[in-house]
């Protein structure tokens, strides 16, 4: 038995006990005497504090960000709308830099990167990132960009991502993320909605040892994205790429000559700062809205909180930008916290499955956040690429993305944190800003597979379909009762969609999606989506989105997507499909053509894994698919011999009083 297998072996036979003991891991005393909050007291009190008075507890975090003017009221409530720190003026891209050069930490390094290609390196200081940001900031202003503008970002996890970020931010123009991996019909898609008048992108981006065609994307989506006028092109991979003259330039030349002084504008509390596009129940995905001062005070304050960062940190977050989890925290939240923040641009196993340990011996980070399916990779890697490595300087890990099975964090705990590291195991969504419920490190007991109790100014209700609180231990819908200032202001061009999706189910109350319950200790235990909405690798994808696609291909007649469970991404995409004029001869020809289909419309980490051709799908005698029954099959708990079975479900459903 190998290092590696012992140790796993050991972290599952823990997880058993565990499990049967209910094992609670208490804070490291060390950790906890040098915390921020450093007892479940001390978390009791600042909690009681929150619920008492929130706008006092908030007035009193609102006072670190640097306002150009100062805001009247703290909160205005008219649910469900939000208006937090009202009138007041301040700019998000000062808040993260300009603040700590005026406070002389502008030699502090901001961001340590690291490229795919190895040996490639750069750090950058707080002075260094401001001056990077002003430039960019004035060449979009001579390109005409004003306040209110939505600016597309299409780029891979450079640093020149986080600069065009906050350079949107210092000039008032409201950027829109849409992750390197999406496909040019997504990115027209999003265009279009958010009337995007520029997109900032790369030639490409490096992707596990080859490249993509980002620009080449970017020009396909711009055939149908009439609004935009410019595109900003980084040169990162030297790939050949066309420049339409009048409308493409390049970043360097865009920069050159510029000043390193652009003035932040002075920006509303409540004026956009982005827009970030994620999936629900329906075909379109939403562009969430998040605004300014409310969302930097509660990325930066949960930032502190959860990470207790101090000033000696490296913190590493693994998430690129294109999620919210890159926006809060590789962005906003560590960097208006004054923090250093690692970057990595790549793949974990580029150009081998121990990069990741690789880089945490050279670069020493102190607190690792990453993702549930990350871990199961690690898990599946093998010891092998992390035997030998030095992982010491890690004092903290984070997991974020969707819930994290035991024995993956006990794995985590043994192996990664070497048993001395706290995990904070944190809940939250693009539409939260931020962290919602999790461990506070130097205070909260764990218990593998809880993301714990809420932070401070949180106050979630578990409830049925009548709006009811459950009895404790049961299972319902996870709800917010109260305002927080890194809420959702809205869903870009859609306030209809906004009242229907979060705060009409349960009237007044915000509905996050997920169902959850709470045990004994009051600890919240994620239970997954109450919609049509998968969680496929920490990434959420509408079932109805993926069903789209698959109809718009002209063999299919009828698709159905389910979510079955996978062992690495958490969920697999099954797909059930009936054709259009009967079953080719090639049926693994079509399946590969399928998934390209489906790659094309929406993105790789859209594309089914298994594909079911069958002759009908099986339906209740409303019409509606039945989903639970075609998850069963997906999952291998229900058998169907040959693609023709599935009708017999179909006569079943059809029978009268079983409805779904
Ligand atoms: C899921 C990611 C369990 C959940 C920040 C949520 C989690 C959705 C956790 C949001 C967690 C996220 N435990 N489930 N710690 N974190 N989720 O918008 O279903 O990409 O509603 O935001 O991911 O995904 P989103």
Redesign the pocket.
């Known amino acids: 038995m190998t290092e590696g297998q012992r140790a796993t072996e050991k972290a599952a036979g823990r997880v058993a006990s565990v499990m049967q003991e209910s094992r609670v891991f208490p804070p490291p005393a060390e950790f906890s005497s040098r915390a921020r909050i450093g007892s479940l007291e001390d978390y009791r009190r600042v909690y009681d504090e929150a619920a008492r008075d929130p706008e006092s507890f908030w007035h009193v975090r609102a006072q670190t960000l640097p306002w150009m003017k100062p805001y009247a009221t703290v909160l205005d409530w008219q649910s469900p709308t939000a208006k937090w720190f009202v009138d007041g003026q301040t700019n998000a891209s000062a808040a993260c830099l300009d603040a700590h050069i005026a406070a002389g930490r502008g030699d502090k390094t901001a961001i340590v990167w690291i490229g795919e290609p190895t040996g490639e390196r750069r750090t950058l200081t707080y002075r260094e990132l401001l001056a990077e940001v002003c430039r960019c900031a004035a060449g979009l202003q001579k390109l005409g960009i004003k306040p209110g503008d939505v600016v597309s970002i299409y780029m891979p996890m450079t640093p020149e991502l986080v600069i065009a970020m906050l350079a949107c931010a210092r000039i008032g123009a409201v950027h829109s993320v849409i992750f390197g991996g999406f496909s040019s019909e997504a990115i027209a898609d999003r265009n279009e909605d958010a009337k995007a008048v520029a997109v900032i992108t790369a030639d490409g981006g490096w992707r596990r040892g080859t490249t993509l065609a980002l620009k080449k994307n970017v020009d396909e989506a711009l055939k149908k994205s009439p609004t935009v006028k410019h595109v900003v092109v980084l040169k990162r991979t030297g790939q050949p790429v066309d420049m339409v003259p009048g409308r493409d330039v390049w970043w360097h030349d865009l920069v050159a000559g510029m000043p390193a002084d652009t003035p932040p504008v002075a920006m509303d509390s409540e004026a956009p700062l982005f827009i970030l596009y994620?999936s629900g129940s329906t075909g379109k995905p939403k562009g969430i809205k998040h605004t300014t001062a409310g969302y930097l005070v509660w990325a930066k304050t949960t930032a502190e909180w959860v990470f207790d960062l101090r000033d000696d940190d490296l913190f590493w977050c693994t998430a690129d930008c294109g999620?919210?989890?890159g926006h809060s925290y590789v962005t906003y939240g560590p960097l208006a916290a004054g923090a250093s923040v690692l970057i990595y641009e790549g793949a974990p196993n580029a150009p081998h499955e121990g990069r990741f340990w690789e880089i945490i011996e050279q670069e020493k980070p102190t607190i690792f956040y990453t993702a549930p399916t990350a871990i199961r990779s690690f898990m599946k890697w093998g010891m092998q690429h992390i035997e030998g490595r030095d992982l010491s300087s890690l004092r903290l890990l984070g997991?974020?993305?969707?819930?994290?099975n035991p024995e993956a964090w006990m794995w985590f705990h043994e192996v990664i944190g070497g048993t001395r590291c706290p995990i904070v195991?944190?809940?939250?969504?693009?539409?939260t800003g931020g962290i919602m419920?999790?461990p506070l490190p130097g205070c909260t007991p764990t218990k593998p597979g809880s993301?714990t109790l809420p932070l401070p100014g949180v106050c979630p209700e578990i409830v049925d379909a009548a709006g009811d609180p459950v009895d404790q231990g049961e299972g319902g819908w996870l709800v917010i009762t109260k305002p927080w200032p890194g809420m959702l202001r809205g869903i870009w061009g859609d306030e209809e969609r906004f009242r229907e999706t979060y705060w009409s189910r349960v009237p007044g109350k915000y509905l996050?999606?997920?169902n959850a319950r709470q045990d004994a200790d009051g600890y919240y235990w994620?239970m997954?989506?109450i919609d049509d909405?998968l969680?496929v690798a920490?990434?959420?994808l509408s079932t109805i989105e993926i069903e789209s696609a698959l109809v718009s291909h002209p063999l299919v007649a009828e698709a159905a997507a389910v979510g079955r469970p996978h062992d690495v991404k958490g969920e697999a995409v099954a797909v059930f499909v009936t054709l259009k004029g009967g079953e080719p001869d090639d049926l693994a020809a079509l399946k590969d053509t399928l998934r390209r289909h489906v790659r094309q419309q929406i993105g790789a980490l859209a594309a089914p894994d298994d594909i079911h051709f069958s002759a009908m799908l099986p339906k209740t005698r409303s019409g509606k698919i039945m989903r639970r029954l075609l998850r069963d099959i997906a999952a291998g708990k229900e058998t169907v011999g040959d693609t023709t079975t599935l009708e017999d479900y179909t006569v079943l459903a059809k029978l009268p009083g079983n409805d779904e």
């Open positions: 994620t999620w919210i989890t997991t974020v993305g969707e819930g994290i195991d944190t809940w939250w969504q693009t539409e419920m999790s993301c996050a999606g997920d994620i997954g989506r909405v969680n920490g990434h959420r």
